[in-house]
């Protein structure tokens, strides 16, 4: 890979990452305000309302943006097709979830989600007026454009959820979660101008699809697993429970949505750029596993160890059953970190259909499961479903990695256990001092205590064994390897 292209890389990926660093921050902000002030039946009911319109949006996911950013060389013709396609997918979308909002809330034993849902209705509208160009921002891996795009919308969201929550209650999150995307339609065409044309042409139409079809059903076998689980959560155990594994999820996944987006975003266009230079591919593959693993495992390892004390002393003791949750959860997003590393490399060799076959393994084990799980653990089965999955869903990832890629897991063993190694340690020290300062300022001395551990025995150990982890951190982040005299790594 040229000098040029791993330094626009490395700065897409530092951007990505600040990016969805920031929005997470604002909406774990959100999150941890609005568990404070509502119950947790109120977010239950939001999850139904996002679930109805989520599982239609993805089950008629043509795939057109990701078919744009790995295309060639898209024209402004194919550009308002996909446009064009969103918003008429769009429409019959809203109108299908307005109409169905009362039999949506019954299949959940809810019937005051029905209500909720018809507003939540609106979202696809917002979502496919957005300006197409975006797309065309996230191939040329300008992200630094995109963070000034996102983090509005999440302000937004944030702002007037948290304002309107005490005069309205959970029509607040409501509120919240259709003002950001309509943020983010006016900031799109100020940040990526265009003048949208609907053009429906079946040829250009069909160019699109041939690529987006995969991701279309990857996206309808995945979101069918996820909103299972939780219409079989709202109907076996109430939607206070749902709200539990909700919140709890909310919280856990953090570090795998950021981990995940990161390297998706970013790593999608690149392998796209180096489909025929498979010995590059397994070395970039390489390096951004090690990146994610050394990123992403610390977070989790401190969140497993400080799920007890984030519940008693932020969350609040109506949340107290969200611990448990949220250790399993944080577990899931360590387990499953492989396949979203594996993801963004099948698509960006074009070969998405592959993804189909992992979803299908997974969502059919979740599917299979969460019945049994649930009757016997509760709301804790959820989590538990999700771990077994999910875990048997990377033997497949690993197995096409092994048949596309020369030598892809050459050297990462040792590496990856030595990282585990240390954020278990970190872990420990993070709970023993959990334990031993009383109150909120224990859980913070014990996060930022655990933090300093373990990214300190990481650097350590890299500088006396050469493990190159700080080489891999300034191939994906310059301006983090400028901070450490690495300098900017080629590939």
């Known amino acids: 890979m040229s000098g040029s292209l791993a330094r626009q890389t490395g700065s897409a990926m530092f951007w990505k990452g600040f990016q969805l660093g920031g929005v997470q921050l604002i909406f774990l902000a959100r999150t941890l305000i609005l568990a404070r002030m509502l119950l947790p039946e109120d977010f239950g009911l939001l999850a139904i309302s996002l679930i109805a319109v989520d599982f239609l949006l993805s089950v008629t996911n043509l795939g057109m943006i990701p078919a744009l950013v790995q295309h060639l060389g898209p024209d402004e013709k194919q550009y308002n097709v996909a446009w064009s396609v969103g918003l008429t997918r769009s429409i019959v979308i809203s109108a299908a979830v307005f109409l169905a909002a009362p039999l949506i809330a019954s299949l959940f034993s809810e019937p005051r989600a029905a209500m909720l849902i018809r507003v939540m209705a609106l979202r696809p509208l917002l979502d496919a007026a957005a300006s197409i160009k975006v797309a065309e921002l996230t191939r040329n891996l300008r992200f630094r454009t995109l963070t000034f795009l996102y983090l509005p919308e999440a302000l937004a969201n944030t702002v007037v959820s948290i304002a309107l929550v005490p005069w309205f209650g959970v029509w607040a999150l409501v509120a919240g979660t259709l003002a950001g995307p309509l943020i983010y339609v006016v900031m799109s065409y100020v940040m990526a101008p265009h003048r949208p044309r609907l053009v429906l042409d ?84 390489r390096s951004i596993f090690t990146v994610g693993a ?18 008693a002393h932020v969350l609040g003791e109506r949340w107290a059953n969200t611990v448990l949750l949220i250790q399993v959860l944080a577990l899931v997003n360590v387990v499953g970190m492989f396949g979203d590393t594996v993801a963004p490399l099948l698509k960006g060799l074009g070969q998405p259909y592959k993804l189909v076959f992992v979803e299908v393994v997974q969502s ?41 890629l020369p030598e892809p897991f050459n050297g990462l063993g040792r590496s990856l256990a030595t990282i585990v190694a240390v954020c278990g340690l970190g872990g420990i020290v993070a709970w023993f001092l959990a334990t031993s300062i009383t109150g909120l300022p224990g859980f913070v001395v ?42 900017t790594v080629e590939l």
Do not use: H, N
């Open 202 to 285: 079946a040829e250009a139409a069909r160019s699109l699809i041939r690529f987006g079809r995969w991701i279309f059903l990857m996206s309808l076998i995945a979101v069918s697993g996820s909103s299972v689980l939780q219409m079989v959560i709202s109907r076996e155990l109430g939607a206070t429970e749902l709200g539990l594994y909700y919140l709890a999820a909310k919280l856990a996944f953090i570090p795998a949505e950021i981990s995940s987006e990161v390297i998706g975003a970013v790593a999608f266009p690149l392998y796209s750029r180096l489909q025929t230079e498979a010995r590059q591919v397994a070395r970039v593959f």
């Open 294 to 311: 050394a990123l992403q495992f610390p977070v989790c390892a401190l969140m497993i160890a400080l799920a007890p004390s984030l519940v």
């Open 364 to 404: 059919v084990l979740l599917i299979g499961l969460i019945w049994s799980l649930t009757g016997r653990f509760g709301v804790l089965g959820a989590p538990l479903a999700w771990l077994i999955a999910v875990g048997s869903s990377q033997a497949l990832s690993a197995l096409f990695i092994r048949q596309i």
């Open 446 to 487: 014990a996060a930022a205590v655990g933090a300093l551990f373990i990214a300190g025995a990481l650097y350590v150990l890299d500088r006396t064994f050469a493990f190159g982890w700080v080489r891999d951190v300034g191939l994906a982040f310059p301006q983090v390897a400028a901070l450490t005299g690495q300098g």
